[in-house]
């Protein structure tokens, strides 16, 4: 018998659905957002690699198959999107969703073109199904190690594939099925090449299970049953939420928007030491300073690389990233490319800091959204300044502004040129995106100038104590 769960989750990826207004938008923004993480990453020596083995894949980011198949799309797509951590973010299921589901979309409009005006509620579906599994495993699953931008992943990519196929329900279960036989993605991968090729694979495996579904292949018909995908992934203390109370919804205002090309859970950090080095007009950290850092105990667990050999690396080290901002402001593709990460003026900053953690319970907290990120800058007994952050800068409770959001399309675009690509400029890019891909059209943001800096939207406040502060001042 088929449980409940899967029975509404079936008929919920079947469904036809009408996105509102804000959730299009929204849509359009996973879809240029990623596709501008695709061109960034394209040129990525993992792409190149992975290219150079198969013959027939697509020949520009985003572009036609050449001849190769939708999957070889999905895939090369997906590992360039994901290539240089520059992709969106799902706090709740701690997962990259739309690198996983946007490339296989992509790559079904490829061949069928009747498609295309499916994948934005295809896209909406898919994040929808992506939230609803990261709610009941909880973050005891992403803390257990598994990277669930894969494992969550393919069973997204598979549903939004099945609703732009315009599956039925037993179909969709089918494609939940073949798609589940093959999640799989190790956080210990995170700082290699691998870690982005498991991003790919969840496209490929997902975009392969609804085809496969579509033409009739079976799986088990309810793979949510016991002994199935909850009991194998769930964490130590089993599942984190009750899958009968769990209702997949359209809400693709819940997506953040990443604003610096490294592990999301940097952001905060790097927020705290750009409003440091703004703080004190680009003096930060004097000589004979230390920079005390603490953080949420989970906040660590994948940022693993304490000094980074290279770009890739420095994604995932905590001090770097803080280092960086504190030097000179600003976060963006050039840190994590070429010598960058061995800078003597970032590494002297990086030998001052020291990293604090407080513990916490798995079962205190969904996804990663959660706790705060205080540091603080002392000479000898003087407190210098401090700063505590608690809300991700690009995430629903500090939302990136149109202006930041063209400035990281812009950085994306002016990597692929750096790299020998031809980009036009992002306001074309995003004008003629929208346009083919049947998306709202663009509209116009404020004059430069108009814009406030994300991260200098307000002058922050001196460290008070919780019962001072509003909930404006304690989320900076």
Excluded at 23 to 48: F, K, M, N, S
Excluded at 87 to 115: E, F, G, K, N, Q
Excluded at 239 to 245: F, L
Excluded at 452 to 460: G, I, L
Aim: overall charge negative; hydrophobic content about 45%.
């Amino acid at each position: 018998m088929v449980s409940d769960f899967t029975t509404r989750l079936s008929r919920f990826v079947a469904a036809p659905h009408r996105l509102s207004d804000a959730d299009a938008e929204q849509a359009a923004l996973c879809v240029e957002d990623t596709i501008a993480a695709i061109y960034g990453g394209w040129h990525e020596p993992v792409v190149r690699r992975l290219a150079a083995l198969d013959a027939g894949g697509p020949a520009v980011p985003a572009g036609d198959t050449e001849g190769g198949s939708p999957e070889q799309a999905a895939f090369l797509n997906a590992v360039a999107g994901h290539a240089l951590d520059f992709d969106d973010v799902h706090t709740v299921s701690v997962t990259h969703p739309s690198v996983v589901i946007v490339p296989a979309l992509l790559a079904i409009a490829d061949v069928r073109p009747d498609t295309v005006d499916r994948i934005a509620p295809a896209l909406a579906v898919g994040t929808a199904v992506n939230v609803a599994l990261g709610q009941i495993l909880g973050f005891d699953h992403y803390n257990k190690g598994w990277h669930a931008t894969s494992t969550i992943g393919v069973l997204a990519s598979a549903a939004a594939v099945a609703h732009q196929l315009g599956l039925g329900d037993d179909a969709v279960r089918n494609a939940l099925s073949l798609a589940a036989s093959l999640a799989g993605g190790m956080q210990i991968n995170f700082g290699a090449m691998a870690k982005p090729i498991q991003a790919g694979n969840a496209a490929l495996v997902g975009l392969r299970a609804a085809r496969m579904a579509e033409a009739g292949i079976t799986g088990a018909p309810d793979i949510f049953a016991a002994r199935g995908f909850f009991d194998l992934y769930a964490g130590p203390d089993g599942i984190a939420a009750d899958p009968a109370a769990v209702e997949p919804w359209i809400d693709l205002g819940t997506v953040s928007r990443k604003l610096y090309p490294c592990c999301y859970l940097t952001h905060r950090m790097i927020a705290a030491g750009r409003h440091l080095h703004a703080e004190r007009g680009g003096e930060a950290v004097p000589q004979g300073s230390v920079i005390e850092m603490t953080v949420p105990e989970s906040v660590m667990v994948p940022l693993h690389v304490t000094d980074p050999k290279d770009g890739m690396q420095a994604k995932f080290c905590a001090a770097y990233t803080l280092a960086v901002a504190l030097h000179q402001d600003r976060v963006g593709l050039v840190d994590f490319e070429g010598d960058s990460p061995h800078r003597p003026a970032v590494r002297r900053l990086m030998d001052m800091i020291s990293i604090q953690t407080t513990p916490e319970s798995g079962r205190d907290h969904v996804g990663v959204d959660h706790g705060t990120v205080h540091v603080r800058l002392r000479k000898g007994n003087v407190t210098l300044a401090e700063i505590s952050v608690a809300a991700h800068p690009g995430s629903p409770s500090d939302p990136a502004t149109p202006a930041a959001i063209g400035d990281k399309i812009a950085d994306c675009l002016a990597k692929y040129r750096r790299d020998g690509g031809a980009a036009p400029p992002a306001s074309a890019f995003r004008r003629d995106l929208r346009m083919r891909l049947h998306l709202p059209p663009l509209r116009e943001a404020a004059a430069p100038g108009r814009q406030k800096d994300h991260a200098r939207q307000d002058k922050p406040e001196k460290k008070m104590s919780s019962a001072d502060q509003t909930p404006s001042e304690r989320t900076v």
